[in-house]
């Protein structure tokens, strides 16, 4: 994608316009302006013309009181038009600014780059199936190449997330996760260290531990770091991630249909390194640091159970309630070990429960957090710039009371009611800093396209993120 100064008159062409907008000096004939007239006046938003050496896609802005939705409406609309380029074999399309409103253009641009997106790897006939288009030229006074560059980077960065979310645990252990990681962070220029287990043990990371104990591949513990040469926070933002790379649920089996999806358990971890990569690539100016606890939790013998007892990391002692609840004590240690950093602020992704799943359906994301209202909110406008909408939850001190034990510091389950929250209170025991917990549980993952969030992996709140920390003050 790159910024071009005039038409190529051979090229077809996506013109992105206001209603009003006057089509005369683009080349059109006299019946297709007379054509584009009509559909215009019967306030048609979509316009396609063959003129048989070319295609012209005209599409139209709607117009929001809520500058979020109009930006929303223009990312579903280049979508939609994305199928249409892929059937018409189009290798590569000028795309014009004929509304002069750059923002919504971007987001256009957004949605047909995230809508462009395919996970072919193991599909061992690719023909017919591979999309053509491979250059998208920009014509408009308002954009800059640079800023062209940057949402080239910020799609790459969910694209990067969406491949290691649809891998299968065959082909990406935690061991691989990590090699994974060192890949990206070699691409884009942020630092990995990638811990095994004998380091994870000196660490004392022992959820992290007790969690891998019923598989036959070691755990691995990721830090990540982006530290440009003058950050605007003098203190890291520390990014936590959950890498369970499969859940069978360990002794507290899933049925089978639960298990499903698991190769998705990871994507807390894929949408920290996407991030990663993204704020590298972009060179933004903020300091960052990603760790990413990664294991798979099967039923092996060895594996621990309900009812164990298990001294975390920060010497916490949790009674297990339900070994599918493992998530939380990966984050757990990951979220005491973020404490050496003094972080000036930290947020956590994961695929936590279903309970947020059922709250919201595959709409957003599930937050909950102890930091200031100002810091809360930034986040709610930025979930609504990209449409990666968060609803917040409480985390009132009763929900505390759900996790009681009477024969350790705290119980890893609360019970079958708010149990999202539970789980985000519960992950708020290991912290002393100014926090969110992000359950990207309903989102994540999905079972058929929706617009550009396509089936399987979508790299969710790897935009979201990016868009706060871009705007990130002190």
């Not at 954009?143 to 080239?152: A, N, S, T």
């Not at 339900?322 to 972080?343: C, H, V, W």
């Not at 990666?388 to 705290?410: F, H, Q, T």
């Not at 617009?451 to 920390?469: D, P, Q, S, V």
Request: charged share 25%.
């Amino acid at each position: 994608m790159h910024k071009v100064q005039e038409r190529a008159l051979d090229m077809s062409v996506i013109y992105v316009a206001d209603k009003q907008a006057d089509f005369s000096e683009y080349s059109f004939t006299t019946t297709e302006l007379e054509y584009i007239k009509k559909q215009l006046e019967a306030d048609k938003k979509a316009v396609d013309i063959n003129s048989f050496f070319k295609w012209s896609y005209i599409r139209i802005i709607e117009e929001e009181k809520e500058s979020y939705k109009a930006f929303e409406k223009m990312r579903k609309q280049a979508s939609d038009l994305h199928g249409t380029l892929k059937t018409n074999e189009h290798e590569e399309i000028l795309l014009v600014d004929v509304s002069g409103k750059a923002q919504l253009v971007q987001a256009f641009l957004e949605g047909l780059i995230l809508s462009q997106y395919q996970f072919l790897k193991y599909k061992t006939d690719k023909a017919g199936k591979k999309s053509p288009l491979k250059h998208i030229h920009v014509l408009s006074e308002g954009i800059q190449e640079d800023e062209l560059r940057e949402l080239d980077f910020l799609c790459s960065g969910v694209y990067h997330a969406r491949d290691l979310v649809n891998e299968p645990l065959s082909r990406l252990n935690a061991v691989q996760l990590g090699e994974e990681f060192q890949r990206l962070a070699h691409e884009a220029g942020f630092t990995v260290d990638v811990f095994n287990k004998k380091k994870i043990e000196s660490l004392r990371l022992y959820g992290l531990l007790a969690v891998n104990r019923g598989s036959v591949d070691p755990p691995t513990f990721s830090v990540m770091e982006w530290k440009p040469d003058n950050p605007r926070n003098e203190r890291p933002v520390v990014l936590i991630g959950k890498g369970i790379v499969y859940d069978t649920g360990g002794i507290s089996l899933k049925p089978t249909s639960g298990m499903l999806d698991m190769k998705s358990d990871m994507a807390g971890g894929a949408t920290v390194a996407g991030i990663l990569y993204a704020a590298a690539r972009s060179k933004l100016p903020v300091h960052l640091i990603g760790l990413v606890p990664a294991t798979d939790n099967r039923p092996d013998g060895n594996a621990y159970t309900p009812g164990d007892v298990i001294t975390m990391h920060d010497e916490k002692t949790v009674e297990v309630i339900n070994t599918d609840a493992e998530g939380r004590m990966i984050l757990a240690d990951a979220l005491s070990f973020a404490k050496q950093y003094d972080p000036e602020l930290v947020f956590d992704f994961a695929t936590l429960t279903g309970s947020a799943s059922v709250a919201i359906g595959p709409q957003g994301i599930v937050a909950m957090g102890n930091t200031e209202r100002s810091v809360f909110n930034r986040i709610i406008e930025s979930g609504k710039d990209t449409y990666e909408r968060v609803v917040e939850l409480p985390l009132w001190e009763e929900y505390g009371e759900m996790l009681k034990s009477e024969i350790a510091d705290i119980k890893n389950v609360g019970g079958r009611e708010a149990g999202a929250i539970t789980a985000g209170k519960f992950l708020e025991h290991f912290t002393d800093y100014p926090w969110i917990h992000f359950d990207i549980a309903p989102t994540a993952y999905m079972d058929k396209n929706d617009a550009y969030r396509l089936k399987g992996g979508t790299g969710i709140g790897i935009r979201l993120i990016y868009n706060f920390l871009k705007n990130y003050k002190l």
